[in-house]
Every structure is written in C-alpha cells, then in structure tokens.
C-alpha cells in the first residue's frame, strides 16, 4: 500500500515522527534516508524564511531561541503558498498562544509589524496622481469623492511601541522606544517600504477610505477620534507618500 499524501505531509514537517510506512526509493527500497534528509531541508528551509521576515523577533529572544520557536511553529503551521516569501502568516497568532513567551506580550504586535512590512514590499505597483490632482476636484464633488489608494499601504496599531522597537533593534544609533501606543502607517512609494507613527484621528481617516468610504465620512471619522482631527494635514500625508492612485468623484 502506497504512502498517502497527508500522511507524507504530517510527517515531512515534523521530525520526532517515523518515516512514512511504504515509502520506497525508485529502486523499490526503503528510502528512510533520503526522505529524512528532505524533510530536513524543508524544515529548515521554512525555519530560514521565518528568520528573513522576522529579524526583530529573532533579535528580541535570541537567534537560537527563534530557531527554536521558530522548528515549533513549523511542526504545527505548514505553508499554504508555495512560495518562501509568503511564509509565517499565521506567526502572530502563534505568539499569542505560545505562554513560554507570555512575559513578552508585545512579541506579537511586532511580529504583525514585520508582516505587514513584507507585505507592502510585495504588493502590486501603483502610480499615484499628481499632487495637484484633488484641485481639479470641483470643490462641489470634493465631500463626495472616492479614492483608490496604494496597494502597499499598512496600518498596524499596537499598545506597544512597536515602531520604536522596529528601530531599536534595527537601525544604529536609533533611541530607546518609550512605552505606549502606536500605530504604524507602511508604505512603499518608490522600491523601499518606509514606516511612521500616525495619530489614531488620522488612521481612522485611512482606514475609512481604504473600506471605500467618501472623502467627507473619512473626514468624520477623523473627527470621531479627534476634534481637532487637520484634514488639510492627512491630505497632504497621502499625497506626499503618494498613497492615492485614483480619485473617483
């Protein structure tokens, strides 16, 4: 009887199980051996994949301790692209759930925060309109106007300082990150993710033209966070990072 794929499956991505029963080489031979030095290379494969999408964790608990972790995960959560790039969605919520890391909660957020960074560098290419695009709105249609924003765009909001963290741990010379909320608006507008802290007015502005809401109930949103929420500021935030690709009035 021959080797069922799920079985082979199970058994490629963790490596305290017995080789398949079954499997045989071409020659018609066990091939013990050769599938334990495969599943080898896929582990660690999939382990050296996590550690480029992941540096600051990895940076965070120690390299051997990610390597670690990192086996654990792999074990549990087997990839659902065939490509390496697009490994460890599921690492954040593992984080989550991992209690022997229970004494560092924000692990998680900035796990999101990579994930979202590599997201941005892989997401389609968009042009973004002339800065001077929205004076052509006529200022009657301008409350009513939609926008099609950048495909790389990323808002991630932690109660931690996850951006602070980011560059603690990445960029020389970068200042200790001071405890609190943050929330990381990643773009990509030229071949380069680029990163910052926004307030939670103007994320909440972000978010509402990112669900396809008009101008004027993105303006309220803003609002509804802040009172003093600068329109004029998000505008020229967006058009500045060349987030608006398309306005549709």
């Known amino acids: 009887m021959g080797v069922t794929q799920q079985a082979f499956a199970t058994a490629l991505l963790d490596p305290d199980m017995a080789v398949p ?7 018609g031979r066990p091939a ?6 495969y599943r080898n290379n896929v582990i660690v494969s999939l382990m050296d994949a996590m550690e480029e999408v ?5 940076k965070l608990i120690g390299p051997q301790n990610f390597r670690n972790l990192a086996r654990v995960f792999v074990k549990d959560f087997p990839p659902k692209s065939p490509l390496l790039m697009f490994y460890g969605g599921d ?3 593992f984080l989550e759930g991992f209690a022997p890391l229970g004494s560092v909660p924000y692990l998680a957020d900035v ?16 042009v973004p309109v002339p800065q001077t695009a929205l004076a052509a709105v006529p200022p009657e249609k301008l409350t009513e106007a939609r926008f099609d924003l950048a495909h790389a765009l990323r808002l991630v909001e932690s109660p931690y300082p996850i951006v602070g963290l980011w560059h603690y741990n990445i960029t020389d010379g970068a200042p200790k990150p001071v405890a609190g909320t943050e929330i990381a608006l990643i773009t990509r507008p030229g071949l380069d993710v680029e990163m910052q802290v926004i307030g939670a007015d103007t994320a909440a502005f972000l978010e509402a033209l990112q669900e396809n809401s008009t101008l004027g109930q993105a303006y309220e949103a803003g609002l509804a966070i802040a009172e003093d929420f600068d329109l004029s ?3 020229g935030l967006m058009l500045g990072g060349g987030l608006i690709s398309n306005i549709k009035t």
């Open 111 to 126: 796990a999101r925060l990579e994930l979202a960074r590599r997201d941005a560098c892989h997401a389609a290419d968009t």
């Open 21 to 27: 029963e079954g499997l045989i080489d071409p020659e």
């Open 54 to 58: 992941f540096p600051v964790i990895a």
């Open 91 to 93: 690492f954040p919520g």
């Open 32 to 37: 013990g051996k050769r599938f334990n030095v």
């Open 233 to 235: 500021a998000a505008i």
